[in-house]
Structures are given as C-alpha cells and as structure tokens.
C-alpha cells in the first residue's frame, strides 16, 4: 500500500506513474457529483506544475467540508473518444477523520486566462485539475444556457485592453488567430438549481467548484443555486427590404426537422433519438421566422431535414409529410404557399442523426420563381469526399420578373464533430474532417466554373462548418478572386450565426460572383436571436434552431 499526497497521484503529467496502485490518502471533500466525489489536500504543494486536487469516484459519498481518508486504486480514466486521461482514484472505502476539515481557499479564475495562448491555458488547466476554483460575480454570460446545465461567462474586466470583440449584447465573438481557445465555464448537474440564461446575462454571485475534465474540456462542477441578472433579447426581424425587383434567399438550418415523435422501440438511441417537433411548436417557429422575420422570401434554403418518421429506423427516406408541415405553418401565418424539392437520400448514407436520412432542400415561391427541374442535381455523389455526408443540392430557378437564372447550391460540409480537443493527448487540436470539407468546396467550384462559363448568377449557401477565415472557405474566394463571402460585408461584431461553447462565430456563409458586390447588386443580413436565447436546463427542443438565420438579396 502506497501512502501519498493527492497532487503526487497527478503529477506533472496527463497520466499517472501510480496508475493501476493502490493508495491511500486524504483531503477535504469539495464537490460532489452523480459519479463521485473531488478531494483536495489542504496544504498546498506550492508546485505550480501539480495539482492538489483528484476525482475519487465511488457510489457512496462523503459530505463537502468533510476530511476523510480514502483507500482505492488510481485509474488513468478515458472515456472513449474524449482522447485525454483522467487521473482518479477509484475508491474501496473512505473514512471520516473530521466533520469540519480545513478550509480551502480556491482558485479565482479571472480575465487574464483568456490573455494566455491555447498552450499556456493547457499547461494552467491541467496543473489545477480537480481543485477548487472560482468565478467572481460580474462576469457576463457569454453562451445561452442549454438543456444540459452548462455555462461558460467572460470574467470582470480587470482593466487590462483586451482584443476581444463584443456583441452589443455581450457576447465574445471567437479568436480568428486561436478559434479554439478556452473560456471559463461550469455545470450545473441540478437542473432545479440551474437557471435559464440568454447572453449578456450577469452573474450576481461568487460561485465554486472543483475543475473536472469532461466532454472535451475542463469545466467547474457547481453545486447550489446562483444568482443572475438575466437579458431580454428577441428574435429579430430582417432589415432588408422586401423589393420588387431583387430575389431573397433565406439559409435556415432545420436542426433535425421531423414530423413525428419516435417510437422508442425503433431508435437507435431513445435517450437521445426522440423529440416532438410538432407538439413543441418548431414548426409554428419556423414558420414565423420564414413569414415574419425574414418576410417570406422567394428561395428558402434548408439544411437538417429529416425523413417522415425522424429517427425511427426504416426504409423510409421521403421527407414530403415534413415539407408539407412547414408549408402549412407558413400558410398559416399568411405566407405564400411554397413548393419544395429535395433529392433524398439513399438509406442511412448522408451521415446524422441515425435513422433521420437527414438532407438539403428548397422551399421556393412559385408566383415568384420557377424551378428547372431537370437542374436539381446533388454535388458529390459516388465521390470520396462525400462518402457518409449530406450532399450538397445545385438548383436553377427562372425569376419571374427578369426572365434571368438564378443557380442556388445549398451546402451543409463535413461535420466538426470529430475535432479533437485542445486538451487531447494526441493531435490536439486536430479536426481530421477539414481535409474532407476542402475537398467538398473543390467539387462545389467545378460546379461554379462552369456556372461562370455559362454566364449564369449563383448563390452558394448554406452550413459550411467552418468560419470565414478557414481553408476551406478561403478556398471559394482565394484562387482566382471572382467571388466574395458575403459575411465579409458586414460589421465585425456582427458575423456570427452560431454559439459554440461561448465563442460566437459563422458558419453559414453566401458565396457569390464578385461583379454583384461591386454593382451593388446584393446585400446580406443576419437574423440574429435562436443562438443568443437560452433554453431551460433539462428541456429539449425548445429551439427551432440552433443557428441564426441568413437572408441574402440579390437584384439580378
């Protein structure tokens, strides 16, 4: 039996030389989860590279304050795909040595964390995991609270400039240099203690709680209620007007649009792989987002539609039932009754949600265009590059008022999901999907080339998965400099559709010719609200989506 101090099991290390041991030490308990419990040695080791605080994960648990003698082997945990070990101890047994231990101080997390480089914020993570930490109160809400309890906030301002962009209402638009970078955050396991909160919101009160490594990234795990001053903000309403002579396309992301609410016998996951769009009122939300605020525009490009049955398992890929349901909510509202089209998908082969056949489609107004049917063609087909991801959907349409064609290619790239974390042992950092998604834009500009050559207009839009400055988008506009992103337009604080982890940025995107900017032939707005408004913790499918919504116009 070893005898050792908590911050010796870390060490200087991810991964422990005890590893596999038994040990046993002590320290006073400060936060308690589902899984366990954190410990931390009152005395501090005054070692900047070393922690003081551990894990111990065990079913029984001690109460906080209490100092208590745990007996376990140390494990170097790793749950499958996190790609970073976690030092615990797995406990056989603990002992209470006192009812009231030594107090611990934590460890305030204030501003300049957010002034280190990615590698230094890593070296500071690590050498304080499992320790008590604390976020003063003054600092703002930087993400929308989301079903699961998680938080992540911009500390108070120590007076030090600050490169940061800001949004009017609060938010922190991500680091093009370092998109990556980690901002300060926390969960709330007890839903009853987790408050909803919009970004801008402010913290009313110190909170504390150990610093655990989970999903990716380092996070305090809070207990207790805390205090805010939330914001009111509202789903805005596009300032593009509706013009007679221009055609407006609007980039809305379904988030997993169905019809039904799954049979539990038929998911692939019923934890995850249920939801009742209908009876949540996303179809009513979307409707108004088309009809009220963009103001029903002709072209409506959708990402994230699913089949009829949603995730059920089946040889069902039709998505009719789910156009006909948001078509009917437009109609509802006193929009126009659109049409649509789409090209679905071969069973289980575009990737997403299991089950959902998940693909890109059109709504469009026919008093205002006609769609060229023998045009709708999905990009990448029986190629690499879109080996189990949804394929891009090129549609022509004639515009009424001019006689002209419009080509309109809606995208949704590979998915970032498998990026690894900047936290993770190996390749850190590393999104093995870019290569993939640059490939894709190669195959999209064939597409356009020949589109030029043709002399025919076009829009490409739609959810790239990459923000303005990625390879992948510079590779639209970079090569021969004939097109503009259209998001390039706008203010800087206002290029952003998406809240990822607290870091605002975009990642739907127009793409068009460059001789239509400069005739000032086009114009771009977006929609902001869906990624700034939280949602009440424990509550899915409050949301029509999780992006902003994009609204270009073009006058062709």
Request: glycine share 8%; with cysteine; aromatic share 6%.
């Given at each position: ?166 949004t009017p209402e609060g938010g922190v638009l991500i680091s093009q240099s370092e998109p990556e ?74 988030f997993n649009l169905d019809v039904k609410k799954e049979n539990a016998s038929k998911v692939m ?117 879109y080996k189990g991801s949804r394929k891009s959907l090129l549609a022509q349409f004639r515009l ?157």
């Amino acid at each position: 039996m070893i005898d050792l101090r908590v911050y010796e099991i870390q060490g200087d290390s991810v991964r422990s030389p005890y590893a596999n041991k038994e040990v046993r030490t002590s320290g006073v308990v400060t936060g308690i989860t589902r899984k366990g419990y954190f410990i931390q040695d009152p005395v501090p080791n005054g070692h900047g590279s070393k922690s003081d605080g551990i894990f111990v994960y065990s079913k029984s648990k001690p109460k906080i304050q209490q100092l208590v003698n745990v007996r376990g082997r140390v494990v170097d945990y790793e749950k499958e795909g996190n790609g970073r070990p976690v030092t615990q101890i797995q406990a056989f047994s603990y002992d209470v040595i006192e009812q009231v231990g030594p107090k611990i101080h934590p460890v305030i997390i204030g501003r300049e964390i957010i002034r280190l480089s990615i590698a230094e914020q890593v070296t500071y993570l690590t050498a304080h995991e499992g320790m008590l930490m604390a976020i003063e109160e003054g600092a703002i809400f930087m993400s929308p609270s989301n079903p699961y309890g998680d938080y992540v906030v911009l500390p108070i301002d120590d007076g030090v400039d600050s490169e940061l962009i800001r949004t009017p209402e609060g938010g922190v638009l991500i680091s093009q240099s370092e998109p990556e970078k980690w901002y300060p955050n926390f969960r709330i396991s007890n839903y009853n203690h987790a408050p909803k909160v919009n970004v801008g919101a402010k913290l009313l009160s110190t909170i504390t709680g150990p610093l655990n490594y989970r999903a990716g990234s380092f996070q305090m795990s809070v207990l207790g209620e805390i205090a805010i001053e939330n914001t009111e903000i509202h789903r805005k309403i596009t300032m593009l007007d509706d013009e007679e002579d221009s055609i407006g396309i609007l980039t809305l992301n379904g988030f997993n649009l169905d019809v039904k609410k799954e049979n539990a016998s038929k998911v692939m996951n019923p934890r995850k792989d249920i939801d009742d769009d209908v009876g949540d009122g996303r179809f009513a939300a979307l409707g108004v987002a088309i009809v009220q605020q963009a103001k029903s525009p002709e072209i409506v490009a959708l990402q994230e539609i699913q089949d009829n049955d949603g995730a059920e398992i089946s040889a069902t890929v039709s998505a009719k039932e789910t156009y006909q349901m948001l078509i009917s909510a437009i109609v509802a509202l006193g929009g126009p009754e659109y049409k649509w089209v789409d090209i679905p998908p071969e069973v289980g082969q575009d990737g997403g949600q299991p089950g959902g056949n998940i693909r890109n489609g059109y709504l469009y107004d026919p008093e205002r265009v006609t769609l060229l049917r023998d045009t709708v063609t999905r990009l990448g087909d029986n190629t690499s590059a879109y080996k189990g991801s949804r394929k891009s959907l090129l549609a022509q349409f004639r515009l009424s008022h001019t006689g002209k064609i419009l080509a309109v290619v809606n995208v949704h790239l590979a998915s970032k999901r498998h990026q690894q974390s900047i936290f993770a042992e190996v390749d850190p950092g590393i999104d093995p999907k870019e290569p993939i998604r640059i490939e894709q834009v190669e195959i999209i500009n064939a597409t356009l080339q020949q589109l030029e050559t043709e002399g025919v207009d076009y829009c490409v839009t739609g959810d790239f998965n990459d923000i303005e400055t990625s390879k992948s988008l510079q590779k639209f506009t970079g090569e021969n400099d004939l097109r503009i992103n259209l998001v390039q337009t706008l203010a800087k604080n206002q290029r952003y559709d998406y809240n990822h982890r607290g870091k605002l940025q975009v990642l739907m995107h127009s793409i068009v010719p460059k001789y239509l900017s400069e005739a000032g032939r086009v114009k771009y707005d977006i929609i902001h609200g869906n990624e700034l408004i939280g949602v009440e913790p424990g509550q899915l499918g409050e949301k029509p989506s999780d992006h902003a919504y994009v609204l270009t116009q073009l006058f062709i």
